[in-house]
């Protein structure tokens, strides 16, 4: 892991012990004319996940996509045996962008009802995000000021509703520092 084999251990007692988990079962319903829409029909758009970490199961229909640093769109092709582990905001601003929150989106390809299920785990409501000296490494600066969880969902809630499918809400907005111009990856 790109954090380092011992950082799990070292970290999960101060850090990650109050961390609380959720489920969500997801049922798209069939787009209504899939072979007469000339564009992609999105059953959920392009966003990344408020968590620390997602695990999601999908069923066999498919559809799952994550966006390449590149900006690609990539199949994640389901499996009865496979589970997709996601980066979320909250482990991209407390590993101080070492590690990405994925961009990802549901298409709807079939006219067949499709189920996902993710357990998301987050940090408690009240911690103060802010990632550890350790994490950030000597001489890096630092890419992201500390926040309160909470104060960040109330932003996406705020800012998400009727536009889903926009990017520009994501931690890196709303916490994100300006750096000197070649620090910036
Ligand atoms: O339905 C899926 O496969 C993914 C769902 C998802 O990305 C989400 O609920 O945040
Ligand atoms: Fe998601």
Redesign the pocket.
Known sequence: MILGEETGKRFYQNEFSNCHGYLRLVNYTPPQDVEKQEELVEGLGM?T?MSCI?IVYQDSVGGLQMRSKEGKWIDINPGDDLLVV?IGDLMQAWSNGRLRSSE?RVVLRKLVNRVSL?FFLCFEDEKVILAPQEILGEGNCRRYKSFKCSEYLKFRQSNEVGKFERIGYTVKDFAGLTLPEHDDP
Request: charged content about 15%; glycine content about 16%; overall charge negative.
């Open positions: 966003h996940d997602t996601n990802h993710g």
